[in-house]
């Protein structure tokens, strides 16, 4: 910046360049503050503050320089309009603001006429502003009817070729076209109608278009064609019979809309008229295919729902109906074993054996996917009781079908039976009571089951606790926590147990047993448990705790052929010796497979590998486990005179095969007391509540 150069004389008052830049930035920034409430501005605060900043520091320079700099500030309100500062007040705020803050500024203080300075530099600015502003507009007005008329002329070839396109699709069209005025006279028909109609267009031309219509289906379609042209019909599409030049109706589908003028006004009708003869005949076979089972014949799932709602409205009030929901047992080990096309054959007969078994009575017979069937019985004073409905089933199924003439094939089904459910009951919701009834009774074991209100909601309450557990995983409701196993005889901590903990929001602290049950149901059990075991040994590898971690194995996790892999990368990870981790074997998995390779890899490395579930101490000549934890079931009836004895033999066993005995659960000193004295090494349970380390316990 250059000080102005007073007439007749040397520089005097020259204002110091330092001192105000430093003071520009502070004008700058209330500059940028107001102007940015006048006008959308496309640019972040800090590019607008960096711009104004520069057009400060060339209004400065415009002020005292001799004579003033007019050309820089009309530059400078150019650039303001670049910059998009445009709005109602944007000038006026830029006026004020610079005037004072230009009068102000105490390094403008001795320039001589410095308010006539000011005023000239900002009448440049205003002009230069104003020139920009109005370039600006001009160019967009020439810009905006360049637009308008590309427009017109676009929409006039659009119109030509929208010509073109429907006199194309009129003429050419496999459907029957059909122009009307707004009462029905035809204006114009196509070569397609004609052929349908067996009339000429000129034949067509002369007539009506309710004068090609059934008799019967005219008044219906008169008044389908007044709601179209009301308004109240947007489109129509209806199903109606024509008749041709030799009387004979055939069933068509008419589509019609209504071609309205430029007001929007309805001015003539455009009808569209496909042959449905053979088409109706088609639809009406595919329809049932949809809802019929190819293989067997029977209705499908879909058929089947839709039918429930009247079937279960239509029932006598006082008898209700009975829904039978069957599951056919081990049906894979018959396509696996005999091949598909026996197992379709042993489907078909078991769909036979249905329909034979329910013939006598009101029953809908259905096929609701792969070996799953479905029975509806709307029972009247003559149907026989549930239980002589299922003996039925099941003897029926029992009877040995011959495929090839020497195959003897028989299957048994699971039986989940709704009887008499309410009659405001929706068909999903009789479905799910069905399945759930039906998974219940395979879960226990039973040849079938009936629909329990309560074992129903709580099965329900279950699955829904089940459903949202990986959405509580990933939200951190579910934790790692632990347990100490002290020594039984002098109460040393001995080893920790890692166990998940569940804080629902709404149902408290599920414990870990209730976790892995839920995990086992959603396919959790493995990726959570690889989680609890690496979790868990971070943990103590960071909390630096000396005793050695147990981890209880979901069966999955036994059986998973990356668990070593997963072992070893832990160890190294955490640093912990072989030693230090247990993984806990549940019995149960050790009979075959990768569970049994996993346990004697595992020993081979040096982790000390545990059996949990520990009831038959012939396990462990083949499996030398370090520790062995009493089944819980055993456990719990520690004190029955059938079990004690077996106990004290099962713990003598354990330690002549060189296992330590662990016992968990225990809750009392009496519990504890008890144990100890038949030999047992380690105990957990709520009465060690100590952990090391600070471990959270759960």
Sequence with gaps: MTAPQPHGGAPRNKPSAERAARRLGTLARKWGYLISTTAYLPHTPEEIERELGALTGRLFDAVVS???????????????????????????????????????????RGVDGLAERVVLVLGALSSGYGEMLREDIQKRQEGLSRALLKVEQETRQKHVITRAQFEEVF????????????????????????????????????????DLVHPEDVEQLRESYRELVAGRLHRLRAGRRLVGKDGEPMWATFAASVIRDAVGAPRQLL???????????????????????????????????????TLLR???????????????????????????????????????????VFEPEKALVARLGGDEFGVLVQNTEDTPGVVTLVRRITRELAEAEYVDGQRGVAVSAAIGVVHRPPRDITPAELLQASDLTLRRAQRTGSQWGLFDRELDRRD?????????????????????????????TSGAAEAVEARLCWNHPAEGVLPHQTCMRLAAETGLALPLGTWLLRTAAERLATAGIGVPLVVELTAQQAADPELVGEIRRVLGDTG???????????????????????FKVLGEIGVQAEIHGFADATSLTEFPAHTVRIAPNL??????????????????????????????????????????????DLLAGPAFPELPGGLPGC
Excluded at 66 to 88: F, M, T, W
């Design 314 to 356: 239509d029932a006598d009030p006082a008898r209700g109906v009975t829904l039978f929901h069957l599951d056919l047992d081990g049906f894979s080990q018959i396509n696996g074993g005999l091949g598909q096309e026996l197992g379709d054959r042993v489907l078909r007969g078991v769909a036979a054996k249905l329909k034979t």
């Design 171 to 210: 003429a050419g069209s496999a459907s029957g076209v059909a122009l009307t005025e707004l009462d029905g006279r035809v204006l114009r028909a196509n070569a397609a109608l004609a052929k349908t109609l067996n009339r000429t267009p000129a034949e067509i031309a002369a007539m009506s278009l309710f």
């Design 576 to 598: 912990l010796t072989p030693d230090r981790l247990r993984p806990g074997f549940p019995a149960a998995a050790l009979d075959a497979g990768d569970a049994v390779d996993n």
């Design 635 to 680: 456990a719990a009836k520690r004190e029955h005179p059938l079990v004690t004895g077996s106990l004290s033999a099962l713990i003598d066993a354990a330690h002549a095969a060189g296992a330590a005995v662990s016992v968990a659960g225990i809750s009392t000193a009496a519990e504890a007391a008890w144990w100890q004295d038949r030999g047992a």
């Design 271 to 309: 009808t569209i008229v496909d042959d449905d003869t053979e088409v109706s005949l088609l639809q009406r076979r595919l329809s049932h295919q949809a809802l019929h089972d190819v293989l067997t014949g029977l209705p499908n799932r879909q058929f089947f729902s839709t039918r429930l709602e």
């Design 66 to 108: 001799d004579p003033p700099g007019l050309e820089a500030a009309a530059a400078a309100g150019a650039r303001l309009v670049e910059l998009r500062c445009v709005g109602a007040d944007s000038l006026r705020r830029t006026l004020e603001v610079l005037g004072k803050g230009l009068l102000r500024e105490p390094e403008l």
């Design 460 to 488: 329900r309450h279950g699955f829904g606790l089940a459903a949202s557990m990986a959405g509580a995983w990933e939200n951190g409701e579910i934790e790692a926590r632990y347990r100490v196993l002290v020594s039984a």
